[in-house]
Structures are given as structure tokens and as C-alpha cells.
């Protein structure tokens, strides 16, 4: 199973931005997403992008503020988060699996990092 490592997390002041990375171990051509989870939360989809990149998605919440990516020979996705708000405030994770919208689609999680932001 792939192994997600993530980075890029931190404490940013509403308006400012924040690149997350996510880099997955191995060859395998997965589809990837960002999820995030706030306290008393469920985990929520927030993007989410095929192999190829030719697909993406994302939650309303983020619709022209968020942008997924990804860059194969790296083994890397990145979410680059704009115009930041204190609701965007979770833990974020990414994940590896089929390309959907519910946590149930997909198997490899990273371990979770911090985005906090301040009023």
C-alpha cells in the first residue's frame, strides 16, 4: 500500500495562503484527494484529482480559492490554499484510492497536518 508523508501546514492569518504536499511512496498510478477534519467534525472531501490530472473536484466550500495539483515524477500532490478563512481551520489529510468524493474510497491516508487560521 502506498505511504503518504505531508508537509506544509501552519498558522496563517485570514486572507493569506498555504501550500500543502503530500509525496506517496512507489510506482502506483493512484488518484489522490484532501480531506480535512475540524473538532466535533466529520472528515470532509475538499479536493480530490486523477492520476493524469485531467480531473479534479472540490467542495463548494473552496470552489475558486483551493487549487489541487500534482506532479508524477515527484510523487507529489499539492493543495494550494488562497484567500484562507478561520472555517478552514482542520487537520488536513491526504489520501490515495479511487477517485470520489467519500472517505471510503480510498485506502492510504496520510498522518494528518495542522492548518490553522486566525481571525
Known amino acids: 500500500q502506498v505511504q503518504l508523508v505531508e508537509s506544509g501546514g501552519g498558522l496563517v492569518q485570514a486572507g493569506g495562503s498555504l501550500r500543502l504536499s503530500c509525496a506517496a511512496s512507489?510506482?502506483?498510478?493512484?488518484?489522490m484527494g484532501w480531506f480535512r477534519q475540524a473538532p466535533g467534525k466529520e472528515r470532509e472531501f475538499v479536493a480530490a484529482?486523477?492520476?493524469?490530472?485531467?480531473?479534479?473536484d472540490y467542495v463548494d466550500s473552496v470552489k475558486g480559492r483551493f487549487t489541487i495539483s500534482r506532479d508524477n515524477a515527484k510523487n507529489t500532490v499539492y493543495l494550494q490554499m488562497n484567500s484562507l478563512k478561520p472555517e478552514d481551520t482542520a487537520v488536513y489529510y491526504c489520501?490515495?484510492?479511487?477517485?470520489?468524493?467519500?472517505?471510503?474510497?480510498?485506502?492510504?491516508w496520510g498522518q494528518g497536518t495542522q492548518v490553522t487560521v486566525s481571525s
Open positions: 489520501a490515495a484510492g479511487a477517485y470520489g468524493k467519500a472517505v471510503s474510497n480510498y485506502g492510504a
Open positions: 484529482i486523477t492520476w493524469s490530472g485531467g480531473n479534479t
Open positions: 512507489g510506482r502506483a498510478r493512484y488518484n
